[in-house]
C-alpha cells in the first residue's frame, strides 16, 4: 500500500491567505487568472452552469451540456518562467473565495515516475487517483451540493504523460500513460468535484489522447513590453523610480542587442529586482532608477526551453 505522503510533494488548503498573496502578485496574465478561475467552477461544479442558464436563458440547451461533460483537465504550457506553475499553486484560492467552499491542492511528486520496476509507474499513479477519488467522494452531500473541491497538480506534465507515439518509448512508459488517461477518463464519468491541472513547458510532447481531453489549454509567453511596464510599477510602487526609468527598465528586459528573446516574468519578479535591492542594502544607500536600470543591462534573461548557446 503506498501512503498519501509518498505520491503528493505537498496537500494545501484553501482558502490560504498566503496564496492569496502570491496569486496577486501574478500581473500580466489577468486574463488567464479570469478564464481559469471560470473554467475551475464549471468543472468543479457543472450545477452551477445549469443556474446560469436558466437566469439568463430560462432553460438549459443543449450546447450548455456539452461544457459539463467535458474532461475536468486544465493544461497550462508555455515558456520558462511565465507564471503556470506559480498560477497553479495559487489559483485555488481565488476559486476557493470565489465559490464560497474549500479547496484541496494535491501536488503531484515526480517520484511518482517511480524507479523503472515493471508496473510501478502505473501502480503508483493509480494510487494517486484513488487518493483523490476517495477525498473527493465525501464533498458533496445528498443532494449533489459540493461542500469542497479538489485540484491535482501535476507539474512537469511531460514527464509523465509524453506521447505514447515516441518509438524509443519504454513499455513501462506506455503503461503509465495508459494509467495516467484511464485515471482522466474516472474522474470525468464519476463527476466527482476534482479537476487535475498540468504544466509543461513542451505541450507538443504531451500524448494526443491527454491534450484531446483537456477541457482548456492555456499558451504563456513571455511578458510584452506593456505587461512588464505593469510589472515594474507594480514591483516597484513606493521607490520612487520615475517613469523615464521604468521605461528604460522596459527597453533593457525586452528583446535587445540581437537577443530574440526578453526577460521571463520570474526573471524579473526573482532575480532582477530583488537583487537590486539587496545590493543597495548591502551598499547602505536607496535604491535608484540609475541602480536599476544598470542591473537590468547586465541581466540575462533565462533562455527560452531547449535553446542552446
Known amino acids: 500500500m503506498v501512503e498519501a505522503n509518498e505520491l503528493f510533494s505537498q496537500a494545501v488548503e484553501f482558502p490560504d491567505p498566503a496564496a492569496h ?26 450545477s452551477s452552469l445549469e443556474k446560469w442558464c436558466r437566469e439568463h436563458h430560462s432553460e438549459f440547451p443543449i450546447g450548455a451540456s456539452e461544457v459539463s461533460l467535458r474532461t475536468p483537465l486544465v493544461i497550462l504550457a ?3 518562467g511565465t507564471g503556470k506553475t506559480e498560477l497553479a499553486e ?3 484560492d481565488a476559486v476557493a473565495r470565489s465559490m464560497k467552499i474549500e479547496i484541496t491542492l494535491f501536488s503531484l511528486s515526480l517520484s511518482a515516475r517511480g524507479k523503472g520496476a515493471v508496473g510501478e509507474m502505473t501502480s503508483l499513479l493509480t494510487s494517486a487517483f484513488n487518493e483523490v477519488r476517495a477525498s473527493a467522494a465525501k464533498a458533496s452531500n445528498s443532494k449533489g451540493q459540493i461542500s469542497r473541491g479538489l485540484v491535482l497538480l501535476i507539474d512537469e506534465a511531460d514527464a509523465l504523460a509524453q506521447s505514447r ?14 494509467a495516467l488517461i484511464r485515471g482522466l477518463d474516472g474522474l470525468r464519468n464519476e463527476r466527482l468535484p476534482v479537476l487535475t491541472v498540468m504544466c509543461t513547458n513542451r505541450l507538443d510532447a504531451l500524448d494526443p489522447a491527454v491534450t484531446r481531453r483537456a477541457a482548456a489549454v492555456f499558451e504563456f509567453r513571455r511578458p510584452d513590453e506593456e505587461q512588464r511596464r505593469v510589472l515594474f510599477d507594480r514591483l ?4 520612487g523610480i520615475s517613469a523615464s526609468d521604468i521605461r528604460k527598465l522596459v527597453a533593457a528586459t525586452g528583446e535587445i542587442d540581437g537577443r530574440p528573446f526578453g526577460a521571463t516574468y520570474s526573471d524579473i519578479r526573482q532575480r532582477l529586482v ?3 535591492i539587496v545590493q543597495a542594502f548591502a551598499d547602505g544607500v ?6 536599476l536600470v544598470a542591473a537590468a543591462k547586465e541581466l540575462q534573461p533565462t533562455r527560452p526551453f531547449g535553446t542552446t548557446e
Open 21 to 46: 498573496d502570491r496569486y496577486h502578485t501574478l500581473v500580466g496574465i489577468d486574463d488567464a487568472k479570469r478564464r481559469l478561475t471560470a473554467e475551475a467552477a464549471l468543472l468543479l461544479d457543472p
Open 78 to 80: 508555455g515558456d520558462v
Open 90 to 92: 495559487t489559483f485555488g
Open 165 to 178: 507515439e515516441l518509438a524509443q518509448m519504454h513499455h513501462e512508459d506506455r503503461a503509465g500513460v495508459n
Open 236 to 239: 516597484l510602487d513606493g521607490f
Open 274 to 276: 530583488p537583487g537590486a
Open 286 to 291: 536607496p535604491l535608484t532608477g540609475a541602480r
